[in-house]
């Protein structure tokens, strides 16, 4: 926190001399104001609502494959550099009607950092921490047009030395590059390319406990990792994206590169934790030399017209991709019994990485989407697609058959709005989709493995409602079934029955007055397994890991009726007890989480500048997260961040 000051002052310093500063970029950014739903938003490194792109009703988007990317397919890998990802979006319920082509679990929808307008903008962030993680930390950014408004560049670079929440240190890299061009008001071309690098990344043990209670409290921050079990590993992600009229239709086309290299990454897991920190075994999973990298995109073709009072658009789709995987070749490294209650340093065992298995997807989709949308009475959105699907694995094991899966499902979508009033409206649909299998965790004896894409159905109705031209309540149910993967006693990770997530959410999301703002949700779900491995008692009807019921609230009050400088803001989660073992006699207990923050904005040396304090975990609390393979890891603790943001 020293330095934070003294870099800030000199920045002031270095750039008072520019022209006259742009409109605010980044001391502007407020999840909260920038909220019109509460099911889950994220602006900058700020989030709030009940979802992420990590889950969404019980699921995870991401590796389900139900990405956009300027609201164009885009199969990723993993993580986007921060310096090219402005915000992202969660699209369930009214939020995904009018959208093409929605998924049936829910979409994520990044927006690319670009440079916009004639003026250029140059803004710098230094801070000693974030909700990921703590220690020192610092971004810099320039967009600067090139030609006028028709052409311009952002380019932006970050770092951060951290000290981990569960104590250790890792140092993480970002880049990134956009370049824009607008030769009109209704085309654009977007360029862009980024990477994020973890070095020195210790891997966090993760608890198995042995019976029916949850782990004892280790003592947080204590840095329990094996010093020589880190993350080498690179991110990267680039393409190009053109929206432009084309005829009487407007083409939309979008290409992207998403890829992952791990040069070298560990698993840290404790086995048989007893309540007085005792673990029977402690295994580390050596692995590296691993590459997943994806080429997707979309190519839409969509004519709007009006007759009458009614609004038709017609679009047409394809999408595909080009994934391989380089995986497996792991070593299990046996350390015998341990401890989770202080640090049990071990010297770096020899090991090598085995031979390694390859893994292909292709896939072909095409598909026609309409929508017709009457103002202020209704709307019907309908689509169809057929998508061709193939998968290939080739075992470095040559003891191992090589599966080979081909697809060719049909996918749907029906949805539709109706305006009872002018205040309320009511909403539902139906839908029929395939998504990709979470890969094998860590733990399985088939550790990597992918399963071949699974089908997946949604039917979902609710009601949409104006309190007030700035304040919104949504409320819906939904009904989610897909095949369930998971680990049998065996630790073999396969399918072991079916899934079904019903739930009912509430979203309340807008201004109770003028400079007050509210984001707040509620989910209560009801996730249940069955088939044979249930009824024969191998595993119990409720999944591992997931919770039923999850509250959120942000709160954001800025003085001077929302114009004064100081705003405080508070954000409040709880969730339910979640099953900790697949046998159902293990709970994990509830937990709340509250945190508190300040933001106080002012003008120096020709900037808008911002200043965030913020306390994360206020009270404490200690809780436990649950993976879908049963392992726990501790909630972060109490941590004071301070974020210091010059705008130029």
Same mark, same amino acid.
């Given at each position: 926190?020293?330095?934070?000051?003294?870099?800030?002052g =000199?920045?002031? =310093?270095?750039l008072?001399?520019?022209?006259?500063?742009?409109?605010a970029?980044?001391?502007?950014?407020?999840?909260?104001?920038?909220?019109s739903?509460?099911?889950?938003?994220?602006?900058?490194?700020?989030?709030?609502?009940l979802?992420?792109?990590?889950?969404?009703?019980?699921?995870?988007?991401?590796?389900?494959?139900?990405?956009?990317?300027?609201?164009?397919?885009?199969?990723?890998?993993?993580?986007?550099?921060?310096?090219?990802?402005?915000?992202?979006?969660?699209?369930?319920?009214?939020?995904?009607?009018?959208?093409?082509?929605?998924?049936?679990?829910?979409?994520?929808?990044?927006?690319?950092?670009?440079?916009? &307008?004639?003026?250029?903008?140059?803004?710098?962030?230094?801070?000693?921490?974030?909700?990921?993680?703590?220690?020192?930390?610092?971004?810099?950014?320039i967009?600067?047009p090139?030609?006028?408004?028709?052409?311009?560049?952002?380019?932006?670079?970050?770092?951060?030395?951290?000290?981990?929440?569960?104590?250790?240190?890792?140092?993480?890299r970002?880049?990134?590059?956009?370049?824009?061009?607008?030769?009109?008001?209704?085309v654009?071309?977007?360029?862009?390319?980024?990477?994020?690098?973890?070095?020195?990344?210790?891997?966090?043990?993760?608890?198995?406990?042995?019976?029916?209670?949850?782990?004892?409290?280790?003592?947080?921050?204590v840095?329990?990792?094996?010093?020589?079990?880190d993350?080498?590993?690179?991110?990267?992600?680039?393409?190009?994206?053109?929206?432009?009229?084309?005829?009487?239709v407007?083409?939309?086309?979008?290409?992207?590169? +998403?890829?992952?290299?791990?040069?070298?990454?560990?698993?840290? =897991?404790?086995?048989?934790?007893?309540?007085?920190?005792?673990?029977?075994?402690?295994?580390?999973?050596?692995d590296?030399?691993?590459? $997943?990298?994806?080429?997707?995109?979309?190519?839409?073709?969509?004519?709007?017209?009006?007759?009458?009072?009614?609004?038709?658009?017609?679009?047409g789709?394809?999408?595909?991709?080009?994934r391989?995987?380089?995986? &497996? @070749?792991?070593?299990?490294? +046996?350390?015998?019994?341990?401890?989770?209650?202080?640090?049990?340093?071990?010297?770096?065992?020899?090991?090598?990485?085995?031979?390694?298995?390859?893994?292909?997807?292709?896939?072909?989709?095409?598909?026609l989407?309409?929508?017709?949308?009457a103002?202020?009475?209704?709307?019907?959105?309908?689509?169809?697609?057929?998508?061709?699907?193939?998968?290939?694995?080739?075992?470095?094991?040559?003891?191992?058959?090589?599966?080979?899966?081909?697809?060719?499902?049909?996918?749907? /979508?029906?949805?539709?709005?109706?305006?009872?009033?002018p205040?309320?409206?009511?909403y539902?649909?139906?839908?029929?989709?395939?998504?990709?299998?979470?890969?094998?965790?860590?733990?399985?004896? /088939?550790?990597?493995e992918?399963?071949a894409?699974?089908?997946?159905?949604?039917?979902?109705?609710?009601?949409?409602?104006?309190i007030?031209?700035?304040?919104?309540?949504?409320?819906?149910?939904f009904?989610?079934?897909?095949?369930?993967?998971?680990?049998?006693p065996?630790?073999?990770?396969?399918?072991?029955?079916?899934?079904? +997530?019903?739930?009912?959410?509430?979203?309340?999301?807008?201004?109770?007055?003028?400079?007050?703002?509210?984001?707040g949700g509620?989910?209560?779900?009801?996730p249940?397994?069955?088939?044979?491995?249930?009824?024969?008692?191998?595993?119990?009807?409720?999944?591992v890991?997931?919770?039923?019921?999850?509250?959120?609230?942000?709160?954001?009050?800025?003085?001077?009726?929302?114009?004064?400088?100081?705003?405080? $803001? =508070?954000?409040?989660?709880?969730?339910?007890?979640?099953?900790?073992?697949?046998?159902?006699t293990?709970?994990?207990?509830?937990?709340?989480?509250?945190?508190?923050?300040m933001?106080?904005?002012?003008?120096?040396?020709?900037?808008?500048?911002?200043?965030?304090?913020?306390?994360?975990?206020?009270?404490?609390?200690?809780?436990?997260?649950?993976?879908?393979?049963? @392992?726990?890891?501790?909630?972060?603790?109490?941590?004071?961040?301070?974020?210091?943001?010059?705008?130029?």
């Open positions: 926190m020293r330095y934070i000051p003294l870099i800030g =000199l920045a002031g =310093l270095v008072a001399a520019m022209p006259e500063p742009a409109l970029q980044r001391a502007g950014e407020n999840v909260a104001t920038q909220s739903d509460a099911f889950g938003r994220s602006v900058g490194s700020d989030k709030s609502g979802y992420s792109s990590d889950e969404v009703r019980g699921f995870n988007p991401v590796d389900a494959g139900n990405v956009r990317l300027e609201g164009l397919y885009f199969d990723q890998v993993d993580r986007l550099s921060s310096r090219l990802s402005d915000s992202s979006t969660i699209r369930v319920g009214p939020a995904a009607l009018r959208y093409p082509f929605p998924a049936p679990t829910g979409l994520v929808d990044f927006a690319l950092t670009q440079a916009q &307008g004639d003026r250029p903008s140059y803004s710098i962030t230094v801070d000693n921490g974030s909700s990921f993680s703590p220690g020192f930390g610092a971004n810099f950014e967009k600067q090139l030609d006028g408004e028709r052409l311009g560049l952002s380019i932006g670079a970050g770092f951060r030395n951290a000290d981990e929440f569960e104590g250790g240190t890792a140092r993480f970002t880049t990134g590059a956009s370049l824009a061009w607008r030769p009109a008001r209704d654009s071309v977007l360029l862009f390319g980024g990477a994020f690098y973890y070095r020195e990344d210790e891997a966090r043990p993760v608890f198995y406990p042995a019976g029916s209670e949850p782990p004892p409290k280790a003592r947080r921050g840095d329990l990792s094996q010093p020589w079990a993350r080498h590993a690179a991110n990267w992600a680039y393409g190009a994206v053109v929206k432009a009229p084309l005829g009487g407007r083409l939309e086309a979008g290409l992207f590169y +998403n890829g992952r290299t791990q040069d070298k990454v560990f698993a840290d =897991l404790l086995f048989g934790v007893e309540r007085d920190g005792s673990a029977a075994s402690r295994r580390i999973v050596a590296g030399n691993n590459r $997943d990298a994806s080429l997707s995109g979309e190519v839409r073709l969509v004519r709007q017209w009006r007759s009458a009072d009614l609004n038709h658009q017609l679009t789709s394809l999408r595909g991709r080009s391989d995987r380089r995986f &497996g @070749g792991s070593q299990s490294i +046996n350390l015998g019994p341990s401890t989770i209650l202080a640090p049990d340093p071990r010297p770096e065992p020899a090991y090598s990485i085995g031979p390694k298995s390859r893994d292909e997807v292709r896939q072909l989709t095409y598909g989407s309409y929508s017709l949308v103002e202020g009475r209704f709307g019907l959105d309908a689509s169809l697609s057929q998508t061709r699907y193939r998968k290939a694995v080739d075992f470095a094991d040559p003891l191992l058959g090589d599966p080979r899966t081909r697809d060719n499902p049909l996918m749907w /979508n029906l949805a539709g709005s109706y305006a009872i009033t205040a309320l409206s009511l539902g649909g139906l839908s029929h989709g395939m998504e990709e299998a979470l890969i094998a965790p860590e733990v399985a004896v /088939n550790r990597a992918a399963p894409a699974i089908h997946t159905r949604q039917i979902e109705a609710g009601f949409k409602y104006a007030s031209p700035r304040l919104t309540l949504i409320a819906g149910g009904s989610i079934t897909k095949p369930y993967y998971n680990l049998d065996g630790l073999r990770y396969r399918q072991l029955g079916s899934l079904r +997530n019903r739930g009912i959410e509430l979203s309340l999301a807008g201004q109770l007055m003028p400079g007050f703002t509210v984001v509620l989910l209560l779900l009801d249940r397994v069955s088939g044979e491995a249930v009824d024969s008692g191998l595993i119990g009807a409720r999944p890991g997931q919770v039923q019921r999850r509250a959120v609230m942000n709160l954001d009050w800025r003085l001077g009726q929302g114009k004064g400088p100081v705003s405080f $803001d =508070l954000a409040v989660e709880t969730t339910s007890s979640r099953m900790g073992n697949a046998a159902n293990l709970v994990a207990p509830p937990r709340t989480v509250v945190n508190l923050g933001r106080y904005r002012f003008k120096a040396a020709g900037g808008d500048w911002l200043l965030r304090p913020t306390v994360l975990n206020l009270l404490d609390s200690y809780g436990w997260q649950v993976s879908s393979s049963g @392992g726990f890891t501790y909630s972060n603790p109490r941590t004071a961040m301070l974020q210091l943001v010059a705008d130029f």
